[in-house]
């Protein structure tokens, strides 16, 4: 059974960390990337962050860019969000995903085969 799980989600001030992660089982990791996104309801599904089976040429969305970084350690199946100098705006509910490619990943979401059930990050101001 393919699971991703994601945890690390929490109530955070402006300005503050935190680090999702995003734990795979069921499927052949090290073949897939893993993207990162996120929603508010009511908004459309925004692609934060992805990276590839490889684990080279991560993409990340303008919004985030400089403030999130994302990794993956294939012996632990498990990929990560770093998450800097948060803001109000990245209140959401935060999705990873996984899609099999190795070489090269994308931000949008219609590519992605497995969805976990989301972790709910709030940045107050």
């Known amino acids: 059974e393919v699971q991703l799980v994601e945890s690390g989600g929490g109530l955070v001030q402006v300005g503050g960390s935190l680090r999702l992660s995003c734990a795979a089982s069921?499927?052949?990791?090290?073949?897939?990337?893993i993207g990162w996104f996120r929603q508010v309801p009511g908004k459309e599904r925004e692609g934060v962050a992805c990276?590839?089976?490889?684990?080279?040429?991560?993409e990340y969305a303008d919004s985030v860019r400089g403030r999130f970084t994302i990794s993956r350690d294939n012996a632990k199946f498990t990929v990560y969000l770093q998450m800097n100098s948060l803001k109000p705006e990245d209140t959401a509910i935060y999705y990873c995903?996984?899609?099999?490619?190795?070489?090269?990943?994308?931000?949008?979401?219609?590519?992605?085969?497995?969805w976990g059930q989301g972790t709910q990050v709030t940045v107050s101001s």
């Open positions: 995903a996984a899609d099999r490619r190795y070489y090269y990943c994308s931000n949008f979401g219609s590519w992605y085969e497995y």
């Open positions: 069921g499927f052949s990791f090290d073949d897939y990337a």
């Open positions: 990276i590839s089976g490889k684990g080279s040429t991560p």
